[in-house]
């Protein structure tokens, strides 16, 4: 993630947890709605880090979800020659490509079908 990404993550959490700490403390959110979305909000920033991925790393997500390069891109909404270059490490994933492909490493293929 880049600094400025990373940054603007930062100051998201602080504001939300700010905004949810000043609700409960006025009475319009109780306790358990606090605590809920303290929760929530935690797990939203921790699970909107994306990681990198090396070719190998999505050579082996393709091969494990036992697919072929054609079949991969269609799901990823790249060509066939994009993934390959993925594949070979000429190019690096971002964007999308990279979201899904981290989805992929966590939760399996199932999870965009």
């Known amino acids: 993630?880049?600094?400025?990404?990373?940054q603007l993550?930062?100051?998201?959490?602080?504001e939300m947890t700010e905004t949810a700490d000043a609700m409960h403390k006025l009475g319009?959110?109780?306790?358990?709605?606090?605590?809920l979305t303290m929760r929530e909000l935690n797990r939203t920033t921790s699970a909107?880090?994306?990681?990198?991925?090396s070719g190998a790393e999505i050579r082996k997500l393709r091969e494990q979800a036992n697919m072929s390069q054609?079949?991969?891109?269609?799901?990823?909404h790249l060509?066939?020659?994009?993934?390959?270059?993925?594949?070979?490490?000429?190019?690096?994933?971002?964007?999308?490509?990279?979201?899904?492909?981290?989805?992929?490493r966590r939760k399996g293929i199932e999870a965009i079908l």
């Open 9 to 14: 993550s930062d100051r998201f959490a602080r």
């Open 70 to 76: 054609a079949v991969f891109a269609k799901f990823l």
């Open 1 to 6: 993630m880049t600094k400025k990404k990373e």
């Open 28 to 35: 319009i959110m109780d306790a358990q709605a606090h605590k």
């Open 79 to 104: 060509t066939v020659d994009h993934v390959s270059k993925l594949e070979r490490g000429t190019k690096r994933p971002n964007g999308p490509a990279l979201v899904l492909l981290n989805v992929i």
């Open 48 to 53: 909107a880090t994306v990681a990198p991925l």
